[in-house]
């Protein structure tokens, strides 16, 4: 008897089991499991900490957990390509980031993936760019800076948080667009952007151009002074600083982003029913004040337009790789 | 100097009892994720990171500063008992801990190792909090240049840990150097020496290669001996407690080594482990009996411990003074800083000076809980010392397995790891010993980075390593301590053949 009772109870669970395994992907009852989200960068950095404040906001409008998992390396391509190989049946996700999403398969050709290979959801935050320079540089606008440039090529240095990232691509454009060679100036990398803040300090460089955020502090306390910012409007914060467009340079519009990206081939339900999810977390106050205090701009972008803007981005840099002969075969 | 009135601000903002009971939960956990290979600190703060969103600022920073403490503690547990590095910082601990634990001598060890962390953990949180204000910009001074010159000081610390051949030394060294080559190239981002691989782009993990390099090759020698003599008793005994003349002897130790690892804290970038190594070296290098170190000496795992645990304090000082964090785990205590508002950098110490007292405090108060919460670890050690081999070992190949890979989650990373292991064993064979192939394998990327960014900088000229008082010195001393090197193994091949001649 007891034996039967036992073989009853075994069977049922493996009949269970085995209906939970084979069941087809139902968007109806999605998600009915925990979600995986997955982060192609080190743990505490910035897009982690966007990702971990997404995760405890958003699960209560998903209705299931969400667990950051931390995958990195080659600047974000082995998370990626792990991700990507995920079923498209949502259950895994990723933190989209400009860096691992855009610049690393813009300049590397065998990264093993480009835009097409994944589903934009939605782009839940950006942050600006600023041009700095020391306090006590003799450069006070970007003309003084551009001019120098001019005179003296190949003298001034940057300091940059390594070739691909935002930052590099950043002077790159500037040059481009005021006419100047790719090697008018020196690029100098280093292992993050704070680091490249402290370069900039420190005299190794003369100029930078950074996050927003990483620029703060050291705009308030007086020791860099912002030439330019890549935002459309001035920061209500320095409405001294001048922005690129006004400045002539509409071109140099270059911005961080971050969202939630899928495998491709995600069911269009799901995708929609995170994109409402996003736009829902969004509207907490909770997220918002997190958000802006590690630095980003709330900025809401749907799944169309986040793939119009995520092509366009690659576009560009891609270009931009070719034009300097970084790109990586 | 310290400003008292502002101390005791921050007196009050520290002494609530759910501030301290978060630093109380952080060094537990801390502690458990020590004593965990695989599971590093970094890990540790990042799953408690989320919890501190929803916590004032102070217990939140009590409860990260807990765990950063902790666990740079805890790894050396396992480092001593089973030859394998719970977390990067204890690779220097193996290398007398181990010899020690299977001398008997577990319960020195690990008291050893726990003192000394307790009493470098004080001493150089004090520096961090008098002469805060001072060198505030301390980290700026150092620039490519200067940090070049502080690593090839630190590289001639193979000398110290080649053991009898400097020769043997180097070519262990050799293999660090052209492994930590693998991955990205730190200039132009391009990969190398991957061979097709996507994962070896993210180079070798220092877990995957310390695990491999330490734990695996001890498994293969220890187990032979066991199936050869059919002996599978174990150690059995974890040996006398340590005495407090005993402990109190080592003092010039705690110091030298304190001094060396606060130094390397206060650089960003360098972290804890070239700190041990630094602390190791600076042991022995000053000890009446170096002869033992590598052998089962007190003095190794005091050197090692007291070097990676002065990293604490000083690496908080270029995080909040400038925003620029010193290593990952310092950098996640900045994350959490920023959530609550708190920016760290140049104003911090102006908008909020109490609160930076506070976090220095805040660590004092984690130390202490370590110093007791790791008591107690060291009496649960002896399950380990009385399991026998044919079970002790088949777990610790488990743990290695399983610890590696949950680093990063990929297959990779255990194969290489047991690739490390077996070339490990083979070094083994030979004689050449393990240590510099680990120094070599941490200090090579930094080396890279900052000759290469250096000579970028200066646009290829070499006078920028003789440009700034401090590279002039710390590249003098490197040269001082590399001619010492020499001359000892010198004049200690000529004892040995005087010895064998006079048998």
Known sequence: MRQTVKTRLLSTAIVAAAAIATAPVMAGDYPNKPIKLVVASGAGGSTDTAARIMAINIQDHIGQPIIVVNKKGASGGIGINYALKAKPDGYMLMEGMIGG??????????????????????????????????????????????????????????????????????????????????????????????????????????????????????????????????????????????????????????????????????????????????????????????????????????????????????KRYREMAEDLGILVK | MVDLDILFQSLELILQWKVVAACLAGVIWGMFVGVTPGLTGIMAVVIALPLTFFMDPQSAIALLLGIYVTAIYGGSVTAIMIATPGTPNAAATVLDGYPLARQGKARQALEMALYASFTAGILSTVVALVIFPIVANFALEFGAAEVFAVIVFSITIIAGVSGESLLKGLIAASFGFLIAMIGQDPIHGSSRFTFGVHDFQAGMHILTLLVGLFTIPEIIVRG????????????????????????????????????????????????????????????????????????????????????????????????????????????????????????????????????????????????????????????????????????????????????????????????????????????????????????????????????????????????????????????????????????????????????????
């Open chain 2, 224 to 503: 032979v001996e066991a199936y050869k003599s059919r002996d599978a008793v174990s150690v059995g005994d974890m040996g006398p407690r340590m005495t407090f003349r005993q402990f109190i002897s080592y003092w010039p130790t705690y110091l030298r080594s304190s001094a060396g690892g606060s130094l390397l804290g206060a650089l960003p970038g360098l972290g804890g482990s070239p700190a041990a190594f630094l602390g190791y070296f600076l042991a022995q290098r000053f000890s009446k009996k170096p002869e033992e170190f590598g052998e089962g000496s007190l003095e190794g795992v005091a050197g090692a411990e007291a070097g990676n645990n002065a990293v604490c304090g000083p690496a908080l000082v270029p995080m909040m003074s400038l925003g620029i964090p010193g290593d990952t785990t310092t950098a996640v205590l900045m994350g959490a800083l920023v959530i609550h508002g708190l920016n760290p950098g140049p104003m911090l110490f102006e908008s909020a000076p109490e609160f930076i007292y506070s976090v220095f405090l805040l660590l004092f108060v984690a130390l202490i809980f370590l110093f007791f919460v790791g008591t107690g670890v060291i009496r649960m050690a002896k399950w380990v010392v009385r399991m026998p081999t044919q079970i002790l070992f088949p777990v610790v190949l488990i743990l290695a397995t399983y610890g590696t890979y949950a680093v990063r989650g990929t297959m990779v990373d255990v194969i290489s790891m047991y690739a490390v292991g077996f070339l490990g064993f083979l070094l083994r064979i030979q004689k050449i010993p393990a240590a510099p192939f680990a120094i070599a394998f941490i200090l090579g990327p930094l080396f890279e980075n900052a000759l290469r960014k250096a000579l970028i900088i200066s646009g290829g000229s070499l006078d920028i390593f003789f440009s700034s008082k401090i590279s002039i010195t710390f590249l003098t001393l490197a040269a001082l301590s590399a001619g010492a090197s020499a001359y000892l193994h010198w004049r200690l091949k000529g004892t040995k053949a005087a010895k064998i001649i006079t048998d």
């Open chain 1, 101 to 314: 999403h855009v610049l690393h398969p813009a300049m590397n050709a065998s990264s093993g993936y480009t835009p097409a290979d994944y589903a934009p959801i939605a782009m839940t935050q950006m942050n600006p760019n600023v041009l700095v320079v020391k306090a006590d540089s003799p450069y006070k606008t970007l003309k003084d800076l551009l001019d120098a440039i001019k005179a003296n090529p190949g003298k001034l240095k940057f300091s940059h948080a390594g070739a691909g990232s935002i930052h590099f691509f950043g002077i790159h454009l500037l040059l481009k667009k005021a006419g100047l060679a790719k090697d008018a100036a020196v690029s100098i990398p280093y292992k993050g952007g704070k680091k490249s803040m402290a370069g900039l300090l420190r005299g190794e460089a003369q100029f930078h151009q950074t996050n927003l955020v990483s620029a703060i502090g050291f705009m308030e306390a007086g020791k860099v002074r912002a030439l330019a910012v890549t935002t459309k409007k001035r920061l209500k914060a320095f409405p001294d600083v001048p922005t690129y467009t006004e400045l002539g340079y509409p071109g140099v519009d270059i911005f961080g982003w971050r969202g939630v990206i899928g495998p491709k081939g995600l069911p269009k339900e799901i995708v929609d029913k995170w994109a409402k999810a996003v736009q829902d977390t969004m509207k907490r106050k909770g997220w918002k004040k997190m958000v802006k205090a590690v630095g980003d701009v709330p900025r809401y972008m749907g799944p169309e337009e986040f793939t119009k803007h995520i092509e366009n981005d690659f």
